[in-house]
């Protein structure tokens, strides 16, 4: 079992930062990939950005390019979002997920990758 626990959610205004954290812990696991992925009221969860952990290469959905950042610790499991510019549209529950089984076919941007989730966390971004 792999727990996330993530951090870093709250209110800000439009054209603010803030900076998501997400840690993977639970006995051995081997991480191939962990992502950001958000839901806002009413819409479908949609990938936000994602590690592959191998590579260490990162992808971000084209809505947050160049706003949004990706980064990892791969030595603690944690992947970490820096939002910046944020607009009222990027309102949304935040949730981070941890690809630990291996699997063929399947890209980042994929809910199917990802063996566990976390809890979520809210981002309001006022205008």
């Known amino acids: 079992q792999v727990q996330l626990v993530e951090s870093g959610g709250g209110l800000v205004q439009a054209g603010g930062s803030l900076r998501l954290s997400c840690t993977a812990t639970g006995r051995t696991f081997t991480t191939y990939a962990m992502a950001w992925f958000r839901q806002a009221p009413g819409k479908e969860r949609e990938y936000v950005a994602g590690?592959?952990?191998?590579?260490?290469?990162?992808y971000s959905a084209d809505s947050v390019k160049g706003r949004f950042t990706g980064s990892r610790d791969s030595t603690k499991n944690t992947i970490h979002l820096q939002m910046n510019n944020l607009k009222p549209e990027d309102t949304a529950v935040y949730y981070c997920a941890v690809q630990v089984v291996p699997a063929t076919g399947l890209s980042l941007m994929e809910i199917r990758l990802y063996d566990y989730w976390g809890q979520g966390t809210q981002v309001t971004v006022s205008s």
């Open positions: 590690i592959d952990w191998r590579s260490g290469l990162g």
